[in-house]
T-cell receptor, first 115, second 115 residues
């Protein structure tokens, strides 16, 4: 079984400040990891994903995340927040093998960016 | 850019009524999913569908739920007799190719309110 924990249901930062959204996972098999973003009244949009290769993954809108197996973490960062980053962010995990493609999500973190 | 669409965006229904939520996946995609998010809770997997049959379903997906791909473009979720606890945001997703590394593309969701 897999699970995802996102620490902090609400994170508030100032414009230009570092964004750090935390995600820890539990998985009995090597996982693939995803970050999705949901802007108001829109669907879930993929920000980035880790499947194989480099553990530091770059995504859209200046976000990146690092897969740390020893810490079972996949935290999302952005050096400088922009007002347009205000949204809800979801971390998700999926088994790397087999034919089971369902995503297991965390509860989400609402990011607020203050001017 | 191709996108997943869902209709209606909002639906209000009385307990015990049947509802059908509609989704148009990305053309040429082969794998289809329904997820739901009860207010304040995680996004949860309901069902996956491939090659005109259910490939996996969660324990939430009981006999009250059914899915169908009636015409090669639409993908529907039917709830036969809605309960209050079915109130949630329902997301449709599609995936083009086999493989856990492939991205699932989500629609904007249908917000269902059961009174």
């Amino acid at each position: 079984a897999q699970s995802v924990t996102q620490l902090g249901s609400h994170v508030s930062v100032s414009e230009g400040a570092l964004v750090l959204l935390r995600c820890n996972y539990s998985s009995s098999v090597p996982p693939y990891l995803f970050w999705y973003v949901q802007y108001p009244n829109q669907g879930l949009q993929l920000l980035l994903k880790y499947t194989t290769g480099a553990t530091l993954v770059k995504g859209i809108n200046g976000f990146e995340a690092e897969f740390k197996k020893s810490e079972t973490s996949f935290h999302l960062t952005k050096p400088s927040a922009h007002m347009s980053d205000a949204a809800e962010y979801f971390c998700a995990v999926r088994p790397s093998g087999g034919s089971n493609y369902k995503l297991t999500f965390g509860k989400g973190t609402l990011l607020t960016v203050n001017p | 850019e191709p996108e997943v669409t869902q209709t209606p965006s909002h639906q209000v229904t009385q307990m015990g009524q049947e509802v059908i939520l509609r989704c148009v996946p990305i053309s040429n995609h082969l794998y289809f999913y329904w997820y739901r998010q009860i207010l304040g809770q995680k996004v949860e997997f309901l069902v996956s569908f491939y090659n005109n049959e259910i490939s996996e379903k969660s324990e939430i997906f009981d006999d009250q739920f059914s899915v169908e791909r009636p015409d090669g473009s639409n993908f529907t979720l039917k709830i036969r007799s809605t309960k209050l606890e079915d109130s949630a945001m329902y997301f449709c997703a599609s995936q083009g190719l086999a493989g856990a590394q492939e991205t699932q593309y989500f629609g904007p969701g249908t917000r269902l309110l059961v009174l």
